[in-house]
């Protein structure tokens, strides 16, 4: 069945048609009267969602000609005109129901699944509902402003850099903005620049021919050719070497890569999406990222909020991983309420991910069909005692990739290590606290005196910058 919805704000929208696609509609969508009456002429719908205030006039008054053309057809309304003169007006309709602005997202899903009967399809069990439509899941505040940014840059190909915690879902944004983009016809292809050796990232980026290094059989496309007519996303671009990064703002510059060891420049046409969890400000005044690179990057920023800034995220979240693992084997379960609530006050460090990997881990051991808190607590407190370790155990992965990376002499580690550490330490603890050199000597647990000789010997000034 097929929804019709009408609406001019392109975020609201997209959060409306992925709700109503979770509920296992199809969704029309078009923005004015004019639109709306040509598609009603062509097809019948299930229902119609339409906004009162659009582009071409007033969404009410025009409802008799749509009532005239489907009298069955069941009409919710949505208006941020929100008085008792547009409530009654959309009463006086007909209307199914009427939703002012903001409404709960949910509850307008299931008025719609109501208004057209499609409840006995669903067995009364929201939570085994497919979920479709976009790669993200939730609607706090905080997502609908990212759902925002992302509407805004479907039909352009403006360079987007996705900010975020680790496990805040930065590739689903690059997906959403590829499968509801322009491009989505193209390749969408992914590369963790972290993953890659620093000596092969340009021969993976940029392609190679036959012999241009021992091992180089043949010719190789690069992830840009790879992705030619589509999109690019290049993920953890934060920690990539100096050398690829300099090749990299070449080619965003010209449009044009040169493969490893070949002579002829190859055009190419993609999307570029980039993401990073580090703050790049810091590595620009400490000389470890391109400043040109970063504005070249940087040209629509998008930034996920962590899960702690929208725990009203949680409970659907969660029903939605649950689906996930009953659909790759893992036992069906329900969440009682207490559980559901639980799950939202935690702190989730490690964000989606960790959430959703929690409730795998969950749908494994749990027994009970409906889990409720007393079930979830002694699993949480296990999880956090691991989590405590795996920090234990990242930290030491990050220096021993950092001394593989710098391979400093026999006898030099430590000096390298403070030279490497200390500058862009000193940079974040002043931003931080916007350049106050009392508070940033707080923060750090050091004498003032001893800051302001550091900051002259390392040449930083209280705003952070290199002098």
């Not at 990212?146 to 509407?151: E, F, K, L, N």
Request: net charge negative.
């Amino acid at each position: 069945m097929t929804v019709l919805l009408v609406e001019d704000d392109a975020s609201i929208a997209l959060v409306i048609t992925a709700a109503l696609e979770a509920e296992g509609f199809a969704v029309t969508g078009c923005d004015s009267i004019a639109e709306r009456d040509r598609l009603l002429q062509k097809r019948a719908y299930a229902a119609l969602v339409t906004d009162v205030m659009l582009t071409d006039g007033d969404g009410i008054e025009t409802l008799g000609a749509v009532r005239d053309a489907a009298p069955d057809m069941p009409i919710i309304i949505l208006s941020a005109q929100n008085t008792l003169d547009t409530a009654v007006r959309a009463s006086d309709t007909g209307a199914f129901e009427y939703f002012p602005k903001p409404f709960d997202i949910d509850e307008l899903a299931r008025t719609v699944r109501q208004a057209v009967g499609n409840a006995a399809s669903r067995s009364g069990d929201e939570d085994d509902a497919p979920v479709a439509g976009l790669p993200l899941v939730g609607r706090s505040a905080p997502m609908q402003a990212v759902y925002r940014m992302i509407t805004r840059v479907l039909r352009n190909d403006l360079t987007v850099l996705v900010l975020g915690e680790s496990g805040t879902g930065k590739e689903l944004v690059a997906e959403a903005i590829h499968q509801l983009g322009h491009r989505k016809s193209g390749p969408f292809v992914a590369v963790n620049t972290a993953a890659i050796p620093a000596d092969l990232i340009e021969s993976e980026l940029f392609g190679h021919e036959k012999g241009a290094f021992t091992g180089a059989m043949a010719r190789h496309a690069g992830k840009f050719e790879q992705a030619q007519g589509g999109t690019l996303f290049l993920d953890e671009i934060g920690d990539m070497p100096l050398d690829a990064q300099t090749r990299l703002l070449r080619a965003l510059q010209s449009g044009r890569i040169r493969r490893v060891g070949g002579r002829e420049e190859v055009a190419v046409d993609v999307r570029i999406v980039a993401a990073t969890n580090r703050d790049l400000a810091p590595m620009i005044a400490a000389g470890t990222f391109r400043e040109d690179l970063f504005y070249r990057l940087n040209v629509v920023p998008i930034t996920l909020p962590p899960l702690r800034e929208r725990a009203d995220d949680v409970p659907a979240l969660a029903r939605h991983f649950l689906h996930l693992a009953a659909g790759e084997g893992l036992p069906r379960h329900r969440l009682s309420d207490d559980a559901t609530a639980l799950l939202a006050s935690q702190p989730w460090r490690g964000n989606v991910r960790e959430l959703r990997n929690f409730i795998y881990r969950m749908a494994l051991l749990a027994r009970e069909d409906l889990i409720d808190a007393a079930v979830l607590e002694p699993m949480l407190e296990s999880g956090v005692a691991e989590a405590r370790t795996g920090e234990d155990t990242a930290m030491d992965d990050a220096v021993a990739d950092w001394l593989n990376h710098n391979r400093p002499g026999e006898g030099q580690v430590y000096d390298a290590a403070l030279a490497a550490f200390e500058r862009p330490l000193f940079i974040e603890a002043l931003r931080r606290t916007g350049g106050n050199q009392l508070r940033a000597a707080q923060y750090l647990g050091i004498n003032r005196n001893t800051l302001r000789k550091r900051l002259t010997d390392l040449e930083i000034d209280p705003g952070g910058h290199q002098r």
